[in-house]
């Protein structure tokens, strides 16, 4: 059975911090999606990596792939306020079904 | 382009009763997925359907159902509600294919008194 897991589970940071979450799977796959959530709302897409090596970047978020280590890595770079939500990242396991990481939430103080 | 729509909102229902959810996808998708969140389980796939046929199961009781129209349009039933039952049901719709990332409607929050 795939397990999905996240660390750190919550983060306070400042603004202009640089920070990394990651997200270790316990099975072999080649796609992993990383989804944010504010408090109350549904999950928003943020980045999905689809082979080895596989790096996204959007704004000051920046994420990577390693297949062969089963890691990933959501990096903030000058975290901002509205960066806070809470951060998962999501395994695919069969067809389409995806197994979540617990989530990190993430509160970045002014 | 319209995103994904469900239906209702929000819902309280008692112990025993039964619930029937509904999740509108992307026009052109025809992969509906549905996922329970509560504070304790996190995350966990129920099931997902595409062209009227169900793909994909979870470890969920039989009380959980679902189905897909024609129209790609799906429901989610839950009879004989049990407390345990009270979270945010997501729904997610893609378009099926190997790469394509799953889009997420707002969620109905069920509570179960």
């Known amino acids: 059975e795939l397990k999905v897991e996240q660390n750190p589970l919550f983060l306070s940071m400042q603004e202009g911090k640089n920070y990394t979450i990651y997200c270790n799977y316990s099975t072999t796959s080649d796609r992993l999606y990383w989804y944010r959530q504010d408090p109350g709302k549904s999950l928003e897409s943020l980045f999905v990596?689809?082979?080895?090596?596989a790096v996204k970047q959007e704004g000051r978020l920046m994420a990577s792939l390693d297949t062969k280590a089963r890691l990933s890595t959501l990096h903030i770079t000058a975290a901002v306020h509205d960066l806070s939500a809470t951060y998962f990242c999501?395994?695919?396991?069969?067809?389409?079904?995806?197994?979540f990481g617990q989530g990190t939430r993430l509160t970045i103080n002014p | 382009k319209a995103g994904v729509t469900q239906t209702p909102r929000y819902l309280i229902k008692t112990r025993g009763q039964q619930v029937t959810l509904s999740c509108s996808p992307i026009?052109?998708?025809?992969?509906v997925s549905w996922y329970q969140q509560t504070p304790g389980q996190g995350l966990q796939f129920l099931f997902e359907?595409?062209?009227?046929?169900?793909?994909n199961k979870g470890n969920f009781p039989g009380r959980f159902s679902g189905r897909q129209f024609s129209n790609s349009r799906s429901e989610m039933n839950v009879s004989t509600l049990e407390l345990g039952d009270s979270a945010l049901y997501l729904c997610?719709?893609?378009?099926?294919?190997?790469?394509?990332?799953?889009?997420f409607g707002p969620g109905t929050r069920l509570t179960v008194l």
């Open positions: 026009s052109g998708h025809r992969s």
């Open positions: 990596l689809l082979s080895n090596g």
């Open positions: 359907y595409f062209s009227e046929t169900q793909r």
């Open positions: 997610a719709s893609s378009s099926g294919t190997y790469t394509d990332t799953q889009y």
């Open positions: 999501a395994v695919v396991w069969g067809a389409q079904k995806l197994v």
